[in-house]
Nanobody, 123 residues
Framework: QVQLVESGGRLVQAGDSLRLSCAAS????????MGWFRQAPGKEREFVAA????????YYADSVKGRSTISRDNAKNTVYLQMNSLKPEDTAVYYC????????????????WGQGTQVTVSA
């Protein structure tokens, strides 16, 4: 079992930057690809970004491409999501998740999930 704990979410203004962190424990972190998802009130959980085991390949949703960077530090068992030029539509609970699949984008492909961290972007 892998336990994931997100942190870094907070209230920010439009145009600000934010870095989310997700700390993993209980498993071999470097053997999992990782992803970030988000869920706004009344909406489905949606894919944001993914990164493979080594960190050498990443994939982004169009909605955040060019504004966000996913990265990982396997020595610290942590994955990050750097978000820049935040918009009010980025407001959501952000979740990290672990998978054995390559750059998975569907929630059903992920095996372990964190509890989420709230990001609120004011206009």
């Amino acid at each position: 079992q892998v336990q994931l704990v997100e942190s870094g979410g907070r209230l920010v203004q439009a145009g600000d930057s934010l870095r989310l962190s997700c700390a993993a424990s209980g498993g071999t972190f470097s053997s999992y690809a990782m992803g970030w998802f988000r869920q706004a009130p009344g909406k489905e959980r949606e894919f944001v970004a993914a990164i493979i085991w080594t960190g050498s390949n990443t994939y982004y949703a169009d909605s955040v491409k060019g504004r966000s960077t996913i990265s990982r530090d396997n020595a610290k068992n942590t994955v990050y999501l750097q978000m820049n030029s935040l918009k009010p539509e980025d407001t959501a609970v952000y979740y990290c998740a672990a998978t054995r699949s390559w750059l998975a984008v569907r929630t059903t492909e992920y095996h372990f999930w964190g509890q989420g961290t709230q990001v609120t972007v004011s206009a």
